[in-house]
């Protein structure tokens, strides 16, 4: 059941989704290490003890933790930010206007590994961590930057495309301009030998 609002909350209009405040955060992720990651970590300060230990196993067992927990606190302290407002996107330490924002897209797998691999443009802005595999291309439409787009890893990738006001759905599966490479000479007449 639903609790009645006084009458002068009844006649006020309720606010779009689509209009937003400024300054309000419409997405936002932290790119913190995954579990297989804090494994690892585990796993290198228990081969830091394994060292350790014929010394002295206290020495061992302090040395391990606190390298273990520095590991840790390294890898959460430099996870990049993904952040949009109406005003600005941030990804890790690049920030941009929106207004210079064009369309996003979202690539999860072979198309995530493709986008950030062989036909990534090296001038693009890339910010990437080994933990999180799906990617978002961002275009930028700023002719005084000659930064093409901005290529990041993101957990939840078609929700930051959403918040930049693009639809994941009506991607085109043929965004990737990518041709795999030719295995051989007999297979590209253009090699040269």
């Known amino acids: 059941m639903s609790?009645?609002?006084?009458?002068?909350?009844?006649?006020?209009p309720t606010p779009s989704p689509a209009v937003t405040a400024p300054g309000e955060v419409l997405f936002r992720e932290k790119l913190v290490p995954s579990v297989g990651t804090w494994v690892l970590v585990?796993?290198?300060?228990?081969?830091?003890?394994?060292?350790?230990?014929?010394?002295?196993?206290?020495i061992g067992t302090a040395v391990a933790v606190v390298l273990a927990g520095l590991l840790g606190v390294i890898l959460t302290a430099t996870s990049p930010v993904l952040e949009v407002t109406p005003e600005s996107l941030q990804v890790g330490r690049a920030h941009i206007e929106r207004?210079?924002?064009?369309?996003?897209?979202?690539?999860?797998?072979?198309?995530?590994?493709?986008?950030?691999?062989?036909?990534?443009?090296?001038?693009?802005y890339?910010?990437?961590?080994?933990?999180?595999?799906?990617?978002?291309?961002i275009r930028i439409d700023d002719p005084a930057d000659p930064t093409p787009y901005w290529l990041a890893n993101a957990r939840h990738p078609e929700d930051l495309v959403r918040a930049l006001g693009g639809d994941p759905d009506q991607q085109d599966e043929h965004a990737l301009e990518y041709t795999e490479p030719a295995a051989s000479p007999e297979d590209n007449p253009g090699w040269r030998r």
């Open 3 to 12: 609790a009645s609002l006084p009458a002068s909350h009844d006649d006020a």
């Open 42 to 58: 585990v796993v290198f300060g228990l081969a830091v003890f394994l060292v350790g230990a014929p010394i002295s196993i206290p």
């Open 99 to 124: 207004r210079y924002v064009g369309r996003a897209e979202a690539f999860r797998g072979d198309a995530a590994r493709i986008a950030a691999g062989p036909a990534a443009d090296g001038r693009a």
């Open 126 to 137: 890339m910010c990437f961590r080994p933990w999180v595999s799906p990617v978002v291309r």
